[in-house]
Nanobody, 124 residues
Framework: QVQVVESGGGLVQAGGSLRLSCTAS????????MGWFRQVPGTEREGISY????????HYADSVKGRFTIARDNAKNTQYLQMNSLKPEDTALYYC?????????????????WGQGTQVTISS
């Protein structure tokens, strides 16, 4: 059973930074593309970032472009989301996703594996 675990969430003031991490077990990490979604209660999950298996291709939602950076270290079976210039509207539960089915990366229906989420709260 594949296990995906996020960490690094927390409470920070607006303008601050956080780095989320995601590890996965029982899989050949380097073979899979990955990404991050987030969800505010009462709304749909929003795809915010994508990284290809090699790390050469990345995508970002407009809402985070220029502030967030996705990266991966295949040797450590870990992907990261560096979040800078955080805003109160970034408050959400953040999910790591692994293994797309080849469709639109920002669609929540395209991903095989999900973590349980890590809460990010930004105070104004």
């Amino acid at each position: 059973q594949v296990q995906v675990v996020e960490s690094g969430g927390g409470l920070v003031q607006a303008g601050g930074s956080l780095r989320l991490s995601c590890t996965a077990s029982r899989m050949n990490f380097a073979f899979y593309d990955m990404g991050w979604f987030r969800q505010v209660p009462g709304t749909e999950r929003e795809g915010i970032s994508y990284i290809s298996a090699s790390g050469n291709i990345t995508h970002y939602a407009d809402s985070v472009k220029g502030r967030f950076t996705i990266a991966r270290d295949n040797a450590k079976n870990t992907q990261y989301l560096q979040m800078n210039s955080l805003k109160p509207e970034d408050t959400a539960l953040y999910y790591c996703v692994i293994g797309s089915r080849g469709g639109t990366w920002s669609s929540r229906f395209q991903w095989n594996y999900w973590g349980q989420g890590t809460q990010v709260t930004i105070s104004s």
